[in-house]
């Protein structure tokens, strides 16, 4: 019965969430999907609960702008993760310019994508900016961890996995 309500839950996000966003039948946006967020600091003036891409006046705004930040979103089970979207604040000139990718099936162990690539983000608030993988991977957790930014962290993504 539980399998069965998974199907049919995948089976919504593939033909109603995934079509309108990507153009793409395979592809699912995890924080669009519902997938937990969590991150390594978080801006206490600012309502950080909701990151998705094109929604105004919210973004992830880390607790302090340095290179130890990190936002992450983890899955039930392990998926197959294509990349990373990101788009700047809303409603302030404030956005990452560039970004590391770690992801985990543990939530002890890291391993950078792309044998640590170093991805470019944004150049303004609005604009998305898609970076794919050279190599996808499976895993449970995706980090996004922000090295170059305008004024200060703060941003909208979504980590994009394959659908069954």
Request: net charge neutral; proline share 3%; with cysteine.
């Amino acid at each position: 019965m539980i399998k069965m309500l998974k199907i049919m839950m995948l089976a919504m996000v593939c033909l109603l969430i995934v079509p309108a966003l990507s153009g793409c039948t395979n592809e699912v946006y995890s924080v669009l999907a519902g997938y937990p967020v969590t991150y390594s600091s978080r801006h206490s003036a600012h309502d950080c609960s909701i990151f998705r891409l094109d929604i105004q006046d919210y973004a992830f705004s880390a607790g302090v702008s340095d290179k130890q930040q990190w936002v992450q979103t983890t899955s039930m089970n392990p998926e197959l993760c294509l990349g990373v979207v990101t788009q700047g604040r809303s409603n302030n000139d404030q956005w990452i310019t560039e970004y590391m990718v770690s992801y985990s099936n543990d939530g002890r162990e890291w391993t950078f994508v792309d044998k640590g690539r170093l991805f470019k983000a944004n150049t303004d608030r609005n604009t998305w900016v898609r970076n794919n993988f050279d190599q996808p991977v499976f895993a449970r957790a995706i980090r996004i961890h922000p090295t170059g930014w305008v004024n200060y962290i703060s941003f909208r993504f979504d980590i994009i996995f394959q659908s069954h």
